[in-house]
């Protein structure tokens, strides 16, 4: 039997990849890059850079578990040579589904309230207590329009919401088939009840909401993050929560991520945070499983990707 293909990997990478490569490949743990590893399985978003490709000279392919790319320089592996695979699409209703839940859960305090009911406290029903914002009939910024993005518009329908977007290019199409409307980011963030941002993180979107962008929104209105933390300034969105400049935040990411335990948003009852459980369920991690597998072997191969990088 030839040897099995090495692959470095941020170990470890959960029981549906560690099952679908078993007699595969072998995953090489990600301190041990060097010589002799042809290719690179990325799970919980490791740095990728020119350096560490160079330790890899016989890498021929990068194979992220997961659609968005920030952590990986994706011009240094193309200066090598080096193809890269991600996982889109498959995730779009996952990610959208747990941005409309962040979007309830914060408008309605469900987080707080189930704190509440669980807790000393609650021990008469006060109908003047924990009241929330509402989300029926409300209106929604999409900060980033592809594909998550629509899909959040699509859900919003259904709750009787009007849909502005904001995106680098206005997109006919979609507002023919969603009903959404084109708005300047200021113009958005200005008459939005819930500003979602759905955008990759680019050098185009870090630090896209900062303290003058939070200024613009409505003191009722709720900022969620389903994108990644960096899209927004952290420091300013505690601030502007602390000082009860918006109603609430919903964030799935944080940069850093994970939150050193002491930060002092996690202080804030108007914060309502998840561990990036965008793309979280069960069959939707698998399709990611699979997609990275798929792309990770046809670059062992020397083929092209399934689904690489565009
Ligand atoms: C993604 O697909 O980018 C998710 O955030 C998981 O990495």
């Known amino acids: 039997m030839p040897p099995l293909p090495r692959v470095l990997a941020d170990l470890p990478v959960g029981p549906v990849l ?7 490949v072998e995953l090489v743990p990600w301190d041990a890059a060097g010589p002799g590893l042809a290719g690179v399985l990325t799970y919980g978003h490791p740095t990728v850079d ?17 659609v968005g790319v920030d952590h990986i320089d994706l011009a240094a592996a193309a200066a090598r040579g080096v193809p890269v695979g991600n996982t889109p699409g498959v995730l779009d209703g996952a990610t959208a589904d747990l941005a409309f839940a962040l979007v309830l859960a914060a408008g309605r305090r469900l987080v707080e309230g189930d704190r ?6 609650f021990l008469r029903y006060d109908p003047s207590h924990m009241l929330g ?7 929604l910024g999409i900060v980033g329009l592809g594909r998550i993005g629509e899909q959040v518009a699509r859900r919003a ?24 409307r084109y708005a300047a980011l200021p113009d958005l963030l200005a008459a939005a009840d819930y500003v979602v941002l759905t955008v990759p993180l680019t050098a185009e979107t870090r630090g896209l909401i900062g303290r003058a962008e939070l200024a613009r929104m409505k003191p009722t209105a709720v ?12 420091d300013a969105v505690t601030e502007a929560l602390a000082a009860r400049r918006i109603y609430g935040a919903a964030l799935d990411v944080t940069d850093p991520e994970p939150l050193p335990r002491d930060h002092p948003i996690l202080k804030l009852d108007n914060l309502t945070i998840t561990p990036h459980l965008g793309s979280a369920t069960e069959q939707t991690r698998r399709r990611m499983a699979e997609m990275a597998v798929a792309n990770l072997l046809a670059g062992l191969r020397g083929g092209s990707l399934p689904t690489p990088v565009t």
């Open 157 to 180: 329908r259904g709750f009787d919401i009007a849909v502005l977007y904001h995106n680098r290019r206005p997109k006919p199409a979609a507002e023919a088939a969603l009903g959404v």
């Open 133 to 139: 914002r509402e989300v029926h009939g409300a209106t």
């Open 223 to 234: 900022l969620v993050n389903a994108a990644r933390g960096a899209v927004v300034d952290l």
């Open 18 to 24: 560690t099952g679908l490569l078993d007699g595969v």
């Open 116 to 121: 509440y009911a669980r807790g000393p406290g």
């Open 50 to 66: 020119g350096p560490l490709l160079d330790r890899l000279p016989g890498c021929r392919v990068v194979s992220n578990v997961g």
